[in-house]
């Protein structure tokens, strides 16, 4: 299994007053572990909007909190497709301090038609670069 992973820093105005990592952070941290995988690729979504006229957008969200983050922590964002389709990918997602299980979830992406967000075929030439889900 091809599982991209990606370093984030808890910072301050990442935290409730608590120190706490506020839970729709979990979310931003996966984002950015979904677009850096898609740069990894050789993929800029900015590129892809004016070249092919396609952005993704997220479809579904779950997430599982097992353990809170805190301010200043040293984490890291896994992403892994775990499901292929022509217009929309799933990704299973976790956010890790060292080798402890914070959050983890699953995302799934829609390609859509940057003008009318409609859905649209994945790029051939990103398919090409995606791997096998196994």
Known sequence: MHEFRWPVRVY???TDSGGVVYYANYLKFMERARTEWLRSLGFEQDRLVRDAGIVFAVTEAELRFLRPGRFNDALTVTARIVERRRAS???AQAVYRENELLCEGSVRIASL???RFSPRPIPEALLREIPDVD
Do not use: T, V
């Open 12 to 14: 301050y105005e990442d």
């Open 113 to 115: 038609d940057a003008a």
């Open 89 to 91: 990918l799933r990704f």
